[in-house]
């Protein structure tokens, strides 16, 4: 199956997004989705995430990346099932679709809690300097596990700057500091916002006693290595969970070793 035969099969269709949606993400660089998470939903990925947390210790996040001031989990599509609506959602894959042009597989599915009074990331693009103006590479999804406010470290984004090619880093004296034309992401748990990962975004400091909890849903084009080696990292009980066409979005094919 190729993977406009898994998105169709996802549900999704050339109006699953409205044309004002579309035009909002490419001229802006993110969509906000609204409500995509049921309660219980919620509920669960709330409360696995702080099974994982407490299990994992020490070394939660060593699959991908740790962070100072943030507690990170990686490699979730393998740590329960619940993680398995961010490569199934008809909405969430037809605005991933939209920026990587249909081209797309999973990178990575990371969770990123800023921890109480920490967080404040630099802006920055979860892609270099853009080679082709345009021709994305690289699109991310906010899971919101907790309500994003002014003052808890929602995630910021800088509108439009998805429309030129350097990163902050290449640009800004310090990309630490807030930007005139930047807008904090906010919204309630249990909405998804999609954002073109080139578009310069960035963790804001959690200035509360909580944490902010929220997962990425990282998506590549297709001939991109992803952020985690899914077909490494797939185990069998999550192989067997998954559709054929979920399969295809992961960019995964079933091990030779399986098959004996
Ligand atoms: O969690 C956030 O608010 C943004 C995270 C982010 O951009 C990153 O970790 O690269």
Request: aromatic share 6%; proline share 5%; hydrophobic share 35%.
């Amino acid at each position: 199956m190729d993977i406009a035969q898994a998105l169709t099969e996802l549900g999704v269709h050339d109006d699953t997004l409205t044309q004002d949606e579309k035009t909002f993400l490419d001229d802006n660089g993110y969509l906000p989705l609204g409500r995509i998470l049921t309660d219980e939903q919620l509920e669960a990925l709330r409360a696995r995430q702080d099974e994982l947390l407490a299990e994992e210790g020490d070394s939660a996040g060593l699959e991908v990346h740790q962070e100072a001031g943030a507690d990170r989990l990686s490699d979730l599509i393998n740590k329960g099932e619940m993680y398995h609506v961010v490569i199934t959602h008809p909405r969430l894959l037809a605005a991933i679709a939209h920026v990587l042009k249909g081209d797309l597989k999973l990178s990575s599915l990371n969770s990123r809690s800023a921890q109480p009074r920490k967080g404040l990331q630099g802006l920055h693009a979860d892609w270099g300097e853009q080679e082709t103006l345009g021709d994305y590479q690289v699109c991310n999804s906010v899971w919101l596990l907790d309500d994003f406010t002014l003052e808890n470290g929602a995630t910021r984004v800088v509108p439009g700057s998805n429309k030129q090619s350097k990163t902050p880093h290449q640009v800004l004296a310090d990309p630490s500091a807030p930007h005139p034309d930047e807008v904090v992401l906010q919204g309630e748990a249990g909405e998804v916002i999609v954002f073109n990962a080139h578009t310069w975004h960035g963790g804001t400091l959690n200035r509360t006693e909580k944490p902010r909890r929220a997962m990425h849903g990282y998506f590549t084009r297709r001939h991109q290595p992803q952020q985690l080696d899914q077909q490494k990292y797939i185990r069998k009980a999550t192989w067997d969970k998954l559709s054929p066409a979920a399969r295809v979005v992961l960019g995964v094919v079933e091990p030779e070793e399986w098959m004996r």
